[in-house]
């Protein structure tokens, strides 16, 4: 089965720059999604189709995916950033989600 | 606005059966695929079924696969988790979420959620 792979925690600044990765073989040759869940709340799409920003997600979101590598980058993190994030693919018609990254706005 | 609200949830015993449903409003339900999404206690999130929207084909987890059966009434804006011989580690927090036309998209609404505790 394909895995998908993210670092438990990150830890960063207010205002400074945060990177979340996701890593699975060959990644870069499927859709990567991410997802935002603050505590208590449903997930929020932020990122989709690898690099694409849903309506009404702010411009410090970004995403990219290279090599087997996913990463999704908020610039100028806020402390309302502060929540977990999931990256997600597809894999013979089976969602498949990174197991999850807490971010951390200390 | 776009709104997916889940019912059903609640305790059941192992081996028990338990139906979910999700009802959809604000978009044309018939046009999009269907997906339910759970989370254990604590946990990530886990997939767990996908709808087609004209409901020519699903797909399921490995881990509900032959216990859980997806449906939907397009007439209705209504899907469905039919799910059956319940486990322990089926308790969580289940989502409807919404699909694109095409199946193995994003997740771009989801509902609150309905919680299902399977214990005796």
């Known amino acids: 089965s394909y895995d998908l792979t993210q670092p438990p925690s990150v830890s960063v600044s207010p205002g400074q720059t945060a990177s979340i990765t996701c890593s699975g073989d060959n990644l870069e040759d499927k859709y990567v999604y991410w997802y935002q869940q603050r505590p208590g709340h449903s997930p929020v799409l932020v990122i989709s189709l690898d690099t694409r920003r849903p309506s009404g997600i702010p411009e410090r979101f970004s995403g990219s995916n290279s090599g087997n590598t996913a990463t999704l980058t908020i610039s100028g993190t806020q402390a309302l950033d502060e929540a977990d994030y999931y990256c997600?693919?597809?894999?013979?018609?089976?969602?498949?989600f990174g197991g999850g990254t807490r971010l951390t706005v200390l | 606005q776009v709104q997916l609200v889940e019912s059903g949830g609640g305790v059941v015993q192992p081996g028990k059966p338990l139906t979910l449903s999700c009802v959809a409003s604000g978009f044309i339900f018939s046009s999009y695929s269907m997906h339910w999404v759970r989370q254990a206690p604590g946990k990530g999130l886990e997939w767990v079924a996908v709808i087609s929207f004209d409901e020519t084909h699903e797909y399921y987890a490995g881990s509900v696969k032959g216990r859980f059966t997806i449906s939907r009434d397009n007439s209705r804006n209504r899907m469905s988790l039919q799910m059956s011989s319940l486990r322990p580690e089926d308790t969580g927090v289940y989502y409807c979420?919404?699909?694109?036309?095409?199946?193995?998209?994003?997740?771009?609404?989801w509902g609150q959620g309905t919680p299902v505790t399977v214990s005796s």
């Open positions: 979420a919404r699909g694109s036309r095409s199946y193995n998209t994003e997740f771009d609404y």
């Open positions: 997600q693919t597809w894999d013979s018609n089976t969602g498949i």
